[in-house]
């Protein structure tokens, strides 16, 4: 609904615009995961929001903010809905990196995403994919803008990417191999 979505731009972000900020953390909400709605824009709408956002910021201060301050997003953790499992969640998380499955990328440079699909809570009154242990996503978001924000080369803040997929003779299987520098190891409890 554009009404609502004004009333929320005007009474929330639009107030701030004079004020110079060094970033942000978006925690998307789930509405765009119902399939047919606003769902397959969402890849063209997400990355035009945030350049939006940041030449609002940077014309509202007069320049103080900057043009590409880092903006930082969770990205979509888990329901119990099958039907929004098959088709909106899969399908919201792959837009939000504006079709490129990982951040910063062309679209969206100098951002950074805190990965929240392995974080539902089934047990929570505010349904499963609204966790109330906010920690995880705090540190995650905290790894990826120490690297993306404040330049820090020396921090694992992705999750592995394959580097070679291919399938087994008999077809019913495939093989995964992962490139080991993005993955965190915890001397404790394994991979991370």
């Not at 060094?22 to 998307?28: H, L, M």
């Not at 803008?145 to 087994?168: E, R």
């Not at 080991?180 to 409890?189: A, E, G, L, M, P």
Request: glycine share 8%.
């Amino acid at each position: 609904d554009a009404k609502a979505d004004s009333v929320l731009w005007n009474s929330m972000v639009f107030p701030l615009l004079n004020i110079t900020i060094k970033g942000v953390v978006w925690y998307q909400g789930e509405s765009n995961t119902i399939p047919g709605i606003k769902q397959d824009s969402y890849s063209c709408t997400f990355p035009a929001m945030i350049a939006d956002w940041r030449d609002k910021f940077y014309n509202g201060t007069g320049g103080a903010t900057d043009k590409l301050f880092p903006f930082g997003f969770v990205q979509i953790s888990t329901n119990n809905d099958t039907a929004w499992i098959v088709d909106g969640y899969p399908a919201i998380r792959w837009h939000q990196t504006a079709d490129y499955g990982y951040v910063p990328n062309e679209k969206m440079p100098n951002v950074f995403m805190a990965v929240a699909m392995d974080l539902p809570d089934p047990t929570s009154p505010y349904g499963p994919v609204h966790p109330r242990y906010k920690q995880d996503v705090g540190y995650r978001l905290a790894l990826a803008a120490k690297a993306i924000a404040y330049n820090d080369t020396n921090v694992k803040y992705t999750g592995p990417f394959p580097s070679n997929i291919t399938v087994v003779l008999s077809g019913d299987a495939i093989n995964v191999i992962y490139d080991s520098k993005h993955i965190r190891v915890n001397q404790d409890s394994g991979f991370e």
